[in-house]
């Protein structure tokens, strides 16, 4: 999944600079294969039934002329999606993501002390609004983009317009080395914050990070 997942936007990039029909169904081929890996996987009929069903749907798209416009929808979808699974823990009587993620990963409630509480509380708040940031700036790019792009899908000249190929850019490049950046930096700001620590470094903390799912369960305080 993590080949998939990595392949997926480096895919995308080419298919929109090479502006080939068949790369860019094939990119969005790939993105629906990875969502349904684990269906798939495991043999579950749903899913396999799901992949024939958008196999025949990116085949009519292809064959209209506008498959370049399910490439814009990924960028503003995925991070709208993740803008809401950090967003969404902070309401009133719930617990926030990063809290969760700390006790998946320490496997226990015990260590947390206000300070941290509040720095898990923090640090969610900081990775929604990066979502919604990023979901505003690639709808924006996405709406301007030309030739192409969803303003002009519909008739409409935007008043700015931006290169496909810098939409591209952003939405598949930039966009996922600025989560990245966050996700590096912010792992070493919290190791001289809270140097003791259940992980003994990046690559044991991805790990662990990669191999719980309780993060995503909601907890006794929700």
């Known amino acids: 999944m993590l080949a998939l997942g990595a392949s997926y936007p480096v895919l995308a990039h080419i298919a929109v600079l090479s502006a080939r029909p068949g790369l860019i169904v094939a990119s969005i081929g790939l993105l629906v294969v990875l969502v349904l890996f684990p269906g798939l996987r495991n043999g579950r009929l749903p899913a396999w039934c799901i992949l024939v069903a958008a196999a025949f749907g990116l085949y009519s798209v292809a064959a209209s002329g506008r498959a370049l416009l399910l490439l814009f929808l990924p960028p503003v979808l995925l991070n709208g999606f993740m803008a809401w699974v950090f967003g969404h823990t902070l309401r009133a009587g719930r617990t926030p993501l990063i809290e969760r993620v700390i006790v998946a990963v320490?496997?226990?409630?015990?260590?947390?002390?206000?300070?941290?509480?509040?720095?898990?509380?923090?640090?969610?708040?900081?990775?929604?609004?990066?979502?919604?940031?990023?979901?505003?700036?690639?709808?924006?790019?996405a709406a301007m983009a030309s030739p192409g792009g969803l303003l002009e899908s519909v008739g409409l000249h935007p008043p700015v317009t931006v290169p496909l190929d810098a939409w591209s850019l952003f939405a598949n490049v930039?966009?996922?080395?600025?989560?990245?950046?966050?996700?590096?930096?912010?792992?070493?700001?919290?190791?001289?914050?809270?140097?003791?620590?259940?992980?003994?470094?990046?690559f044991d903390f991805t790990r662990r990070l990669a191999s719980v799912r309780a993060m995503f369960r909601p907890t006794a305080r929700d």
Do not use: C, M
């Open 106 to 141: 320490h496997g226990t409630r015990d260590n947390l002390t206000a300070d941290i509480v509040s720095y898990a509380r923090a640090l969610t708040l900081v990775w929604a609004a990066l979502f919604v940031a990023l979901t505003i700036v690639n709808l924006l790019l």
């Open 174 to 202: 930039l966009n996922y080395l600025i989560v990245g950046a966050l996700f590096v930096g912010e792992y070493w700001l919290r190791r001289e914050r809270f140097p003791q620590q259940a992980y003994k470094g990046f």
